[in-house]
């Protein structure tokens, strides 16, 4: 895969009281990932041309993807597909990157959503509302403990654009 046809939609970062390996663990752990991912699992292969998978509560995948680069705990960037009929084919991937930096006694993690052609800011609501969420998740976590309970549901806009172009999301 060329990743430099790949550009950036959005970009987040957000500091964690932590250490970079604690980061990098929650990251790709499945234990870690269903407590901050609303009960998602992640599942990877920590290796160039590992799998990528994230499972939902139930068991089944709802994203499937490739390890692109991976140095453990500074920089793991991922493809992110969502198992959704048609949805690959009609968006392309996207490309999710995770920057880990040490800033003191705290970790400086940004995360890149990139994708290999333009998409409209309803199709890309859905990541603007869910990322924030699940990174704030990760980040109480790591802090205290404890995950706080965020309600989220699917951008009304981001269904509206799938719709339109004939994606059904499932269980709706």
Not at 21 to 48: C, D, I, M, N, P
Not at 99 to 114: M, Y
């Amino acid at each position: 895969m060329d990743i430099s046809t790949f550009k950036p939609a959005f970009v987040y970062t957000i500091y964690i009281a932590s250490t970079p390996e604690k980061v990098w663990q929650a990251l790709t752990s499945a234990e870690f990932s269903r407590q901050y991912f609303s009960g998602f699992a992640v599942e990877l292969e920590e290796k160039v041309g590992g799998t990528f998978r994230v499972l939902m509560p139930d068991g089944s995948l709802h994203i499937s993807g490739e390890v692109i680069i991976c140095d453990p705990p500074r920089k793991l960037v991922i493809t992110w597909d969502v198992n959704w009929p048609g949805l690959i084919e009609a968006l392309g991937s996207t490309l999710v990157s995770y920057d880990i930096e040490p800033t003191g006694e705290a970790v400086k993690l940004t995360l890149t959503q990139s994708h290999d052609r333009e998409l409209s800011d309803d199709i890309l609501s859905g990541g603007r509302a869910g990322w924030p969420a699940i990174l704030s998740s990760l980040k109480s976590l790591l802090e205290t403990g404890k995950v706080p309970a965020i309600q989220m549901e699917p951008p009304l806009k981001l269904l509206a654009a799938l719709k339109e172009m004939g994606i059904k999301m499932p269980g709706m």
